[in-house]
């Protein structure tokens, strides 16, 4: 869901990177052989981003340190 304000696309910052690291350190130029491959491929790098890699706007914690849930 967005949550950012109408007419304000300054706000969607944190999603665009999101995407952007999504693209180069996942799909590169790959194909999958299928929709398990490519669920594969998504969630060992949804781990290592969130619980392996450290993160410059968290001074390089990870998320995982920073997550409480609601």
């Known amino acids: 869901p967005g949550r950012s304000r ?4 300054q ?8 995407h952007r690291s999504l693209k180069a350190e ?4 790959r194909t999958f052989g299928g ?3 490519a ?3 998504f969630d060992s790098w949804r781990h290592c981003y969130n619980h392996e890699r450290p ?3 968290l001074g390089l914690d990870t998320p995982s340190q920073h997550y409480r849930s609601s």
């Open 6 to 9: 109408p007419l304000h696309p």
């Open 11 to 18: 706000t969607n910052g944190k999603d665009e990177r999101f």
């Open 26 to 29: 996942v799909l590169k130029g």
């Open 35 to 37: 929709l398990m491959q």
């Open 39 to 41: 669920q594969q491929a």
């Open 55 to 57: 993160h410059e706007a």
